[in-house]
């Protein structure tokens, strides 16, 4: 089996920043793309960033400029790096892994991690 397990989520201060971690661990051979979602209540999950086993990155239009996204592939872990947070970024932040496994039998899908909470403050 695979798990994601995630950390560094928290209370902040509009302004102010976070960094969210995510390693996963289990049978793996490889991790295509790693992300972060989010869920604020009331709303749908919503991707925030992804980044390729190449680093290529991408994310959504609230966030550029302001989060950044990075991975290390010696560890399988990802990291999302959170500046100038505003109140609308409070919610649930999940890391999501595309990964490859051969146990208990050769195939690729998602796995996700537990979740985090992140709540920014006025």
């Known amino acids: 089996q695979v798990q994601l397990v995630e950390s560094g989520g928290g209370l902040v201060q509009a302004g102010g920043s976070l960094r969210l971690s995510c390693a996963a661990s289990?049978?793996?051979?490889?991790?295509?793309?790693m992300g972060w979602y989010r869920q604020a209540p009331g709303n749908e999950r919503e991707l925030v960033a992804v980044?390729?086993?190449?680093?290529?990155?991408s994310y959504v239009d609230s966030v550029k400029g302001r989060f950044t996204i990075s991975r290390d592939s010696s560890k399988n872990a990802v990291y999302l790096q959170m500046n100038s947070l505003k109140p609308e970024d409070t919610a649930v932040y999940y890391c999501?892994?595309?990964?490859?496994?051969?146990?208990?039998?050769?195939?690729?899908?998602?796995?996700w991690g537990q979740g985090t909470q992140v709540t920014v403050s006025s």
């Open positions: 999501n892994a595309h990964v490859t496994t051969v146990i208990p039998y050769p195939r690729s899908e998602d796995y």
């Open positions: 289990g049978n793996i051979v490889n991790i295509r793309t």
């Open positions: 980044i390729t086993s190449g680093a290529g990155a």
